[in-house]
Structure formats: structure tokens, C-alpha cells
Nanobody
Framework: QVQLVESGGGLVQAGGSLRLSCVASGIIPRINDMAWFRQAPGKQRQLVAQITRGGNTNYAESVKGRFTISRDNAKNAVYLQMNGLKPEDTAVYYC??????????????WGQGTQVTVSS
């Protein structure tokens, strides 16, 4: 059973910083892409940032220049450094990982989410 556990959310003032962490546990032969999504109340879940196993990254336009995604393959972990936070960044942040169980079989897993609240 694979689990993704996020940590690092909280309450911060506008302009502040937070660092989210997500660690995958269980039987994990290989992790392909990892990503962070977020969902604000009444809105759809949206991609925030994505990183390939080799370290190539992709960001939503709204967070470019403020957020940085990184990963540690040895620890099965992905991180999101969030600087210059704005009230509109308030959301539940979810970790996502594509895990390769075998040559032809891979599955996307989600974490339980961590709340980020930015006050103005």
C-alpha cells in the first residue's frame, strides 16, 4: 500500500513563505513525475507545479517566480518552496505522484492534503 504524506502547511501573512513536504512510503519500485496541486473552496483542483524524475519542472503561470518545486529521489520526497505568498494562494495543497509498479503498470497517488492560509 502506497501512501503520500504531506506536511508544512499553515497560516502565514501575505508576503511570507512556507515549505511543503511530501514523502511517499510503501512498496515503491520507481516514482516518475511528482506534482503539487491545490484546491480553493468552490474551485476545481489545479496544477501548481510538476517535476519529472530527471528534474524538469513546469509551473502554473500564477506561481512562476514565487514557488519552487524540488525532489529527492533517494527519499521518495517532493517539496514546494512558496515565497511571496498572496491571499489568493489560500487552498488545500495536494501532493501527487506517478508510481511505476512494473514495466507496463503505473498509478497516480494522492496525499491527504495540507491547508495553506494566507492572510492579508
Amino acid at each position: 500500500q502506497v501512501q503520500l504524506v504531506e506536511s508544512g502547511g499553515g497560516l502565514v501573512q501575505a508576503g511570507g513563505s512556507l515549505r511543503l513536504s511530501c514523502v511517499a512510503s510503501g512498496i515503491i519500485p520507481r516514482i516518475n513525475d511528482m506534482a503539487w496541486f491545490r484546491q480553493a473552496p468552490g474551485k476545481q483542483r489545479q496544477l501548481v507545479a510538476q517535476i519529472t524524475r530527471g528534474g524538469n519542472t513546469n509551473y502554473a503561470e500564477s506561481v512562476k517566480g514565487r514557488f519552487t518545486i524540488s525532489r529527492d529521489n533517494a527519499k521518495n520526497a517532493v517539496y514546494l518552496q512558496m515565497n511571496g505568498l498572496k491571499p489568493e494562494d489560500t487552498a488545500v495543497y495536494y501532493c501527487n505522484a506517478n508510481i511505476q509498479a512494473s514495466l507496463l503498470h503505473n498509478t497516480y497517488y494522492w496525499g491527504q492534503g495540507t491547508q495553506v492560509t494566507v492572510s492579508s
